[in-house]
């Protein structure tokens, strides 16, 4: 096993990128995730990759859909602000089928919002984000290790199912140092015989495009990818459960939220309170197996969200409504602390009991 | 155990360093470990925090609220941070910078001029190492042996001049009194 080092969750992404076989970075500078363009900036150079800071953060993520293309591993990174104005591009990218690596580093919002940690860019990566019908693959990470496991999975999956996948992190996941270990080279070798290199005169034409002026054409590209999703929905839901055995009542939370929220399952435990957690690891596609099962056991659900609640509708899907859903929760770069968030767990216990 | 430290001051005087380092000789130590930065927007100036946790258990919320240990490098700093120590904490108080005592009666207070020390030393810029060695000299969070394996891994090589210095800056202020 390699060494534990310390790394920002910033740097571990871009690291872990390298290693992953990602060559081609395309980006425009945001806080809170300047650590990662920089990072690259530097290593990209001595391993003959691209760093190119471009003009703006369209052209940024034009330039990921044309490397996509050719069937190299790429990725662009931002904050909030930064991937609104990708999400033109990232439609296109889903529209074409191509693999790409999204990061996005959120802050507060909306507008230009602040520099601090939040999640609510939740509706904007799950539910499409741009224009028409599609998803990405949305991973939020809950530690640095994560950040950079998770960094390789991305890649993995968007290779494997041939679409673009996002990493969800905050400004804390991004500026927080924890020891990890970083992955080993990656060997993936995915077939990609639908890419854009070059026919040397001897296969036909490959065409990468999303546009189709023939409705039924259009139609059928959409049912195509929605049965596509279907699988992923089926295989690829991930979660952690915490302390849910015995749980009467049920905490989901995702990254920053989900490590505050532990504290506050402890310390509820020690109260005698039998509280567990749900965190979703994969955003998209949500994990509605396990919240399923859990609304047929506890008696209510917390979820504990740096927005104003958007998660929370997931929640409410996945569990039918069978039991109460409550929200906890701070906006703007503000943090619940784990107090605020065993208050909530209390106040749903008190009410029920 | 737990350990969680706060360390509070303004840009440029090293916050971050110091706080890397704790975590640095944590991480040699075999502890679990988060170091968490908070700053504004500014280059330079502005107010600078560092949260740093050390536990045997995996860390839960990185962010510190009510620390064990503040370390606190100038006034706004204290008055800021003073009321969340938890009870039976430790302060340590640069008191070159900051005039007044502590005013809570049921926390440890430490004293040291660490600025004062630094100039007195020719090393005008490491006050936040000093602070480092009386830290580790009342707390017994990290250990005091091995700091120079943990400084090797925060000093880029580029600069490895500044291992010497910054060894004896955390000496003065374990020996301080």
Redo the contacts between chains.
């Keep these: 096993m390699s060494e534990k080092v310390l790394m920002k969750g910033n740097e571990a992404i871009a690291e872990a990128a390298i290693r992953a076989g990602c060559r081609h970075y395309f980006g425009y500078p945001i806080t809170p995730q300047t650590e990662l363009a920089a990072y690259m900036a530097k290593r990209m150079p001595k391993i003959g990759g691209v760093f190119l800071q471009a003009e703006s953060e369209v052209a940024a993520i034009n330039m990921v859909y044309g490397v996509a293309g050719t069937g190299l591993r790429v990725m662009t990174s931002s904050s909030s602000p930064g991937v609104s104005l990708k999400q033109e591009g990232i439609s296109y990218i889903a529209g074409a089928d191509l693999p790409a690596l999204i990061v996005n580093v959120q802050r507060g919002g909306p507008g230009l919002g602040g520099i601090q940690p939040s999640q609510s860019d939740y509706f904007q990566a799950t539910k499409g984000g741009g224009h028409g019908d599609y998803h990405l693959i949305v991973l939020a990470p809950s530690s640095v290790q994560e950040m950079a496991d998770m960094t390789v999975l991305a890649f993995d999956l968007a290779d494997k199912y041939r679409m673009p996948a996002m990493l969800l992190a905050d400004g804390t996941m991004g500026q927080m140092m924890e020891p990890v270990v970083l992955p080993e080279p990656s060997t993936s070798t995915v077939e990609k015989p639908w890419a854009i290199t070059g026919t040397k005169m001897q296969r036909e034409h490959n065409c990468i495009n999303s546009l189709y002026l023939q409705s039924g054409d259009l139609e059928r590209t959409n049912f195509e990818r929605f049965e596509k999703y279907k699988v992923i929905e089926e295989n690829e839901a991930l979660y952690e459960e915490f302390m849910m055995d015995d749980a009467e009542y049920c905490v989901v939370a995702f990254g920053i939220a989900a490590r505050v929220s532990k504290n506050a399952v402890v310390a509820a435990r020690e109260k005698g309170l039998k509280v567990g957690m749900i965190r979703p690891i994969t955003l998209w596609p949500f994990p509605k197996k396990p919240l399923a099962a859990a609304a047929d056991k506890v008696k209510g659900f917390v979820s504990v969200e740096l927005s104003m609640g958007q998660m929370i509708e997931d929640v409410k899907l996945a569990t039918e409504c069978k039991k109460p859903v409550v929200l906890c929760n701070r906006a703007g770069g503000m943090i619940p602390s784990p107090e605020e968030v065993l208050a909530s767990i209390e106040k749903m216990a008190g009410g029920n009991n | 155990m737990t350990t969680q430290l706060l360390i509070a001051g303004f840009g440029g005087q090293g916050v971050l360093f110091a706080g890397?380092f704790i975590?640095?000789k944590g991480?040699l130590e075999g502890r679990?470990?988060?170091?968490?930065?908070s700053y504004g927007?500014e280059m330079r100036g502005g107010t600078a925090n560092c949260s740093v946790i050390l536990s045997d258990d995996p860390?839960?919320?990185?962010?510190v609220?009510n620390p064990d240990v503040l370390m606190a490098m100038n006034l706004p700093s204290l008055d800021k941070y003073e009321n969340d120590v938890v009870s039976g904490g430790v302060i340590i108080v640069d008191s070159t910078l900051i005039e007044r005592k502590v005013e809570r009666d049921d926390v440890k207070v430490c004293y040291i001029p660490a600025t004062k020390l630094a100039q007195q030393a020719d090393m005008p810029k490491l006050a936040n190492m000093i602070m480092v060695g009386k830290f580790i000299k009342e707390t017994n969070a990290v250990s005091y042996e091995g700091i120079t394996e943990a400084l090797k891994?925060v000093i880029p090589a580029r600069k490895a001049e500044m291992l010497d210095i910054n060894l004896k800056a955390i000496e003065i202020g374990y020996n301080a009194e």
């Design positions: 890397k975590a640095y991480l679990q470990l988060s170091w968490l930065p927007p860390v839960g919320s990185p962010i609220a891994k």
